[in-house]
């Protein structure tokens, strides 16, 4: 089973943290976010630490806490702060570890480095998660050919959102890639929901089934 696995998604705001909750949850592992933009409201950490019914301590820390919800690379310079590529070395973990991204690929850490350079750098397969409504086929094959020129190994698209099947049926076949499954917008969202969902809605071998 893969041990390492990298969320990622085509867009800020559309539900990663969320699904990350879940699978973090459904493979009993650990769950890392390493830039953390934004400190007023509950963070992701926060969050998956509150849906994914992990034990304490299973929800590591961040490397970078900072306060202002902007891109990494702005709020950093806000706190005085300098990103350092260096300071994203995986933890070592007793089991499976889910990673979360900040924003999409292209987000900036610094003025030299963004996301998708950690990314190539540690070589993990990634899900990319994706929204269903108007303007995904675009963003999301744009991620696609992004991760494609890295030699970044890509599990599949993970939907967010109601079912919109021939925009996810585009997706799928121009992109060549599996999709992996939906996650519908839950309401109420709780950890029971969520999990029910995940389970419902994902094929956890497919996405877990090998390094």
């Not at 630490?49 to 299973?58: D, E, I, Q, T, V």
């Not at 806490?65 to 994203?88: N, Q, T, Y």
Request: glycine share 12%; charged share 20%; net charge negative.
């Amino acid at each position: 089973m893969t041990k390492r696995i990298v969320v990622t998604g085509t867009d800020t705001g559309i539900g990663k943290t969320v699904f990350a909750a879940g699978l973090a949850g459904l493979l009993d592992g650990f769950y890392w976010k390493p830039v953390q933009s934004g400190l007023d409201d509950e963070t992701d950490s926060e969050v998956v630490a509150r849906l994914a019914g992990l034990p304490s301590g299973r929800v590591l820390p961040e490397a970078y806490r900072l306060k202002s919800p902007l891109s990494p690379h702005r709020s950093a310079e806000i706190d005085g702060v300098m990103i350092e590529p260096a300071d994203f070395s995986l933890p070592a973990v007793p089991g499976p570890l889910v990673i979360e991204g900040a924003g999409g690929l292209m987000v900036p850490l610094n003025r030299r480095t963004m996301v998708i350079d950690i990314f190539e750098r540690w070589q993990l397969p990634v899900v990319l998660c994706a929204r269903t409504s108007l303007g995904t086929i675009n963003h999301t094959l744009l991620s696609i050919e992004a991760l494609r020129a890295r030699s970044i190994p890509l599990i599949g698209v993970a939907f967010i959102g109601e079912e919109v099947a021939d925009t996810q049926r585009t997706i799928v076949e121009f992109g060549g890639v599996p999709q992996l499954g939906r996650l519908p917008h839950l309401d109420p969202l709780t950890g029971e929901t969520l999990r029910e969902a995940m389970i419902g809605g994902f094929d956890l071998a497919l996405i877990a089934g090998g390094e």
